[in-house]
């Protein structure tokens, strides 16, 4: 029997292992990459960061389909990239099986969860893990509850994060609350948690709670993948950037009643029932202008102190930044059902507006920026005399009163004590406003022959 060459053996071995090789790889290009849904392969034959990114990314979308998760994205420079125009124009982008618009260059998709329409189910979780996702759920105390003693502390899910091949999924929850509004809570890690879970420097929600208008969604398919989003993106992407959110000093309003009980006549009762009613009317006016406003005065110093109205200052007082100052806002406020009082000053200098509504009063200051300090004006009809009152720079943060989402000074304390000094927490009920304000200065009169313009009483 002819002896067989070792050698020659091995080279045909070799050769048959590599042409089998060479077509699986065939194969695989030719027919598998090209079924629905799989993507792990870019044209020049190599995985890269993106290919991972979409496929975490599917797996967790099939996921969240199957158990019915109200999901939406929310990330914002994933949203950031899908402008109006590319809905409409490039549709045939969206459907690109390549990841461009979900994969950013970041380690953290985020999305968001309406968590009143969606049932907690541990399955989900318990099948979020078993396909490779290490988890972390952060959990807070629901603010909803915190008004009454016996509920307050019960904690609620406010964040979840899966994690696989380096990827992060963030999902925020989103809660509907009393004032016909969508909030999250804050991301705060307990000390028994991985601080390295997530580069949570990086992500887009989580900093502090956060309010948004109710939103209305779209399916579209985004880089092959079926997904909702805000219908209108850029409307939500301004909303994030101004969404922060102040929860009313609940422990602290609940002591302060303990020394001051809070009034509960017929005559108080019906006050706070007209004042919500006449806040309600202001918000959504001044909303259809997109006329952002804050509460003010004695309406600001009952939310931070009291976590209510005053019922003893007869009135609600907003402020607004004279540089949203609109002409039609007294025609707005007419049309709205209620009647101009009077009208002081101009919109150079001190202009103030007043209303009447079922015998409740709605002051509006303008404030004005000057000299690294904001200030808003003061006329005493009878004198004609002028007065300012300052306060320092602030910024505008969310917040509810009276079942109303409204906007207060982020540095409410710093405003509150401007305006009413150190004793902030002690309820005055003789207020003198040409004199008692800590921040009161007197600022000239004005000339008698611009009275009939700029000093109007109906």
Sequence with gaps: MPRVNRTCVLSLLLVSSCAFLLFQLHYYRKYVSKQSGFHILNPASHVTSSDVQWQVLKKFLSLAQHFRLPLFLADIRALSLISQDALRQNDQMLH??????????????????????????????????QRGFEFLELRGEDPRLASLDTLSGREIPLHFLFRLHGYTIHVVLLYERSGNYLWHGAVRLKANMDQNFAP???????????????LQLMLIVLDGLDVRVPQNISSFLMQQQQARFLECRHHDARNFLQLYPDDSSAAAYDFRRKAKSLLSVAARTLAVLHVPFWISSGTCLGWFRQCNIISYSRDVDI???????????????????????????????????????????????????????????????????????IFP????????????????????????MANYGVFWNVPVRSWDWKTSPSNVIKNGMWPLKEWAELIQVY
């Design 200 to 214: 949570f420097q990086l992500l887009d929600y989580g900093r502090y709670a956060s309010a948004y208008d109710r």
């Design 393 to 416: 720079p602030f910024t505008l943060c969310w917040a509810e009163l009276l079942e109303v989402k409204v906007r207060v000074p982020c540095e409410t304390l710093d405003y509150v």
């Design 96 to 129: 690109d099986p390549q990841c461009i618009f979900l994969c950013t260059g970041q380690p953290v998709t985020s999305f968001a969860l309406y968590a009143n329409q969606w049932k907690y189910d541990p399955g989900f979780l318990l099948a979020a893990q």
């Design 319 to 389: 402020g607004i930044f004279i540089s949203d100052f609109r002409p039609d806002i007294v025609a707005a406020f007419r049309d709205a059902g209620l009647s101009l009082k009077h009208k002081f000053g101009k919109v150079e200098d001190s202009l103030e507006l007043s209303f009447l509504n079922d015998d409740v009063k709605l002051d509006i200051f303008f404030f004005y920026k000057d000299k690294g300090v904001v200030w808003n004006g003061g006329t005493q009809a009878k004198s004609g005399k002028k007065f300012k009152y």
